[in-house]
């Protein structure tokens, strides 16, 4: 007769956690459809979404301590670089915000990931290299057009 004691089933970061859980569900789902994201959004502009993007931090900042792997951090930042860039945009924002749930998102990627060695997917790594490569395009487009009214210029005045 074996005399270890069973096993014991993981425990979920959100039973360890549940203001997490509580967190990700007043911003994005009040049980109305949408959460406090939109409503902070459209009631006050710019600084609302300053303050959820802010509090949406805390979800990371678990991933971080639950030892996610980096490429899923990456996809949780991206997540959240979106719905607060984009939810600065008044109305159209806050109707984002309503149903692209970012946290929540974020949330399932650290429920799946955390305490794992689960490798992150293809789609994972997809999903991070795409958009640094649309980040490294949004910076250098700028200064080739500049680069090019520069030259363009140069070439009207040596005319």
């Keep these: 007769m074996d005399p270890s ?14 203001w997490l859980g509580r967190l990700a569900r007043g911003m994005d789902d009040l049980g109305l459809g949408f959460g406090l994201d939109p409503i902070l959004g459209f009631f006050f502009p710019g600084i609302g979404d300053a303050v959820t993007g802010s509090a949406s931090l805390a979800i990371l900042v678990a991933a971080v301590q639950e030892r996610v792997p980096f490429v899923i951090l990456l996809r949780m930042l991206l997540h959240l670089l979106v719905d607060t860039v984009v939810g600065v945009v008044p109305v159209a924002g806050d109707l984002f915000d309503a149903v692209y749930r970012a946290n929540l998102k ?6 799946k990931h955390a305490g794992t060695d689960e490798p992150p ?13 649309l980040v490294a395009a949004g910076i250098a487009i700028p200064f080739v057009f500049f680069g090019g009214i520069v030259a363009w210029l ?4 040596g005319a």
């Design 121 to 133: 997917s293809f789609g994972d790594w997809l999903v991070v290299v795409v958009a640094g490569l």
């Design 106 to 111: 974020n949330l399932d990627l650290l429920e």
């Design 154 to 157: 140069g070439g009207l005045v």
């Design 5 to 18: 004691p069973p096993p014991v089933a993981p425990v979920s970061v959100t039973e360890r956690r549940p």
